[in-house]
């Protein structure tokens, strides 16, 4: 029966060494995709900084050109009483010819209109134009852009 004894022991701890191994297999294998799960993370956002980094330098360029380009600006008061000359329904069309020839004549080159400046002429009807309008005229890429000065 000692023999008997001996092997129930050795049985069980046989077992229990197997449990312990399992477990720490289990164990190991769970931390090596935690590992990998973190590394893939890693990689993944340091391959994604640079790229961000990029695109925050490049629009950062693009902001420091835009603001200088509007600090090279002109602001013109124009008077559109030439738009008062004519039939009432005409007026805001012929005071969008008279910004177009005024911003010619005193820039040397053609000007191309924004949409708000457009609209702020519009605004109150085809027979009731401002009568005056200030204009912020910039360059951008050899085109100046005529805009509403706020």
């Known amino acids: 029966m000692a023999k ?3 092997t129930k022991t050795t049985e069980e701890q046989e077992e229990k060494e197997e449990q312990e191994i399992a477990e720490k297999s289990v164990e190991e294998s769970v931390e ?3 590992e990998k799960k973190t590394n893939a ?3 993944v956002k340091k391959e994604a900084k640079p790229e961000k980094k990029a695109k925050s330098e490049k629009e950062a360029e693009e902001k420091k050109e835009a603001e200088e380009e509007e600090k090279e600006f002109k602001l ?3 008077p559109l009483r030439e738009a008062f000359n004519v039939p009432k329904s005409r ?3 012929k005071a969008i010819k008279v910004i177009k020839e005024f911003l010619k004549r005193h820039t040397k080159s053609d000007v191309k209109l924004t949409g708000p400046l457009n609209e702020a002429v519009w605004d109150r009807g085809i027979k009731k134009p401002p009568r005056r309008i200030r204009v912020k005229v910039t360059e951008k890429e050899g085109i100046k852009i005529a805009k509403l000065a706020e």
């Open 91 to 93: 007026r805001a069309s």
């Open 41 to 43: 993370g890693k990689a």
């Open 4 to 6: 008997a004894k001996k």
């Open 76 to 78: 013109y008061t124009i």
């Open 32 to 34: 090596k995709h935690e």
